[in-house]
Nanobody, 123 residues
Framework: QVTLVESGGGLVQAGGSLRLSCAASGRSFSAYSMGWFRQAPGKEREFVAALSWSSDTTSYTNSVKGRFTISRDNAKNTVYLQMNSLKPEDTAVYYC????????????????WGPGTQVTVSS
């Protein structure tokens, strides 16, 4: 069982940066692969980034490549999403998720989810 809580969201101007954090509690955080997803109003939840349990494999959706970076600190039971060069279309609720299996872009592959944090990018 893993409990996830996101933080770091807020309002930022286009071109700005935010760093989201996802704190995990529970057992064996280091054994879980982690993902970030987002959901904008009226849209389906979409994959943003994922990171394997060992941090040797990352993946990103095309629209954030080169701007977002996913990382983790297993000693702190925390996964991060550094977001640079933010655009208005990045506005959404951002969720972190955990899976005991291989990281995937499919949200149904994740068993544990945080409540989300709002990111709003103004133009």
């Amino acid at each position: 069982q893993v409990t996830l809580v996101e933080s770091g969201g807020g309002l930022v101007q286009a071109g700005g940066s935010l760093r989201l954090s996802c704190a995990a509690s529970g057992r064996s955080f280091s054994a879980y692969s982690m993902g970030w997803f987002r959901q904008a109003p009226g849209k389906e939840r979409e994959f943003v980034a994922a990171l394997s349990w060992s941090s040797d494999t990352t993946s990103y959706t095309n629209s954030v490549k080169g701007r977002f970076t996913i990382s983790r600190d297993n000693a702190k039971n925390t996964v991060y999403l550094q977001m640079n060069s933010l655009k208005p279309e990045d506005t959404a609720v951002y969720y972190c998720a955990a899976t005991a299996f291989r990281a995937t872009t499919d949200p149904s592959g994740y068993a544990y989810w945080g409540p989300g944090t709002q990111v709003t990018v103004s133009s």
